[in-house]
């Protein structure tokens, strides 16, 4: 069975502080992975978007690695801010035009 | 970069009634369309697939004859909630698919059934 796992499920770091969100997923023969942000009540806002041959994306203070063989990808947050608060959500697609099979999202909160 | 626009984002309704959500790809192209439901403080539930000029494709356990999907474009798909029910509110979102930026998603619509 394909499954997505993201820990930790909840994050409270103090602003300023860099940190490290984690995806695994069951079956690594992946067509790509995708963060996603989403802020309470709204949709969802694609962050990077790594395909299967790539190793890593970089948007700003966010960096997303890919490591099929083990089946992690990681998202780094440098330099946290209070707006970087909401839930993170990573994704990942089996197939061109496949349905995403998402993890549950990591709840982030960051402290002034 | 590639725009979902959803439609309305948020609506109350009488148990009993219809609502339809639009969904649109404003600069692109999508054969695919996939709606989802979200309870709170959970992730998103893949409802449906649904594809241009065909019959969608539901997910196990969804009612197909409660919850309609029309894909009548390239840049629309539709969802009707039939014979809506206090049960049915939650917060629904769409997407679409392009090869160059994975999927994009709606601001999705809020939907509560009095």
């Known amino acids: 069975k394909q499954e997505v796992t993201q820990i930790p499920a909840a994050l409270s770091v103090p602003e300023g502080e860099n940190l490290v969100l984690n995806c695994s997923f069951t079956d690594s023969a992946i067509y790509n992975l995708q963060w996603f942000r989403q802020d309470p009540g709204k949709g969802l806002t694609s962050l990077l978007l790594?395909?299967?041959?790539?190793r890593e994306q970089t948007s700003g203070r966010l960096n997303a690695s890919l490591d099929k063989s083990s089946g992690r990808s990681t998202l780094y947050i440098a330099a946290s801010q209070p707006g970087d608060s909401a839930t993170y959500l990573c994704?990942?697609?089996?197939?061109?035009?496949?349905?995403?099979?998402f993890g549950q999202g990591t709840e982030l909160s960051v402290k002034p | 970069g590639a725009v979902v626009s959803q439609h309305p984002s948020w609506v109350i309704c009488k148990s009993g009634t219809s609502v339809k959500i639009e969904c649109r790809s404003l600069?692109?192209?999508?054969?695919?369309m996939f709606w989802y439901r979200q309870f709170p403080k959970q992730s998103l539930m893949l409802m449906a697939t649904s594809n241009e000029g065909s019959k969608a494709t539901y997910e196990q356990g969804v009612e197909k004859d409660k919850f309609l999907i029309n894909h009548a474009s390239l840049t629309l798909s539709t969802l009707t909630v039939t014979s809506a029910h206090p049960e049915d509110s939650s917060f629904y979102i769409c997407s679409a698919s392009s090869d160059s930026y994975g999927y994009t998603f709606g601001s999705g619509t809020r939907l509560t059934v009095v």
């Open positions: 994704a990942v697609r089996y197939n061109q035009g496949g349905k995403l099979i």
């Open positions: 600069d692109f192209q999508a054969t695919t």
């Open positions: 790594i395909q299967s041959s790539q």
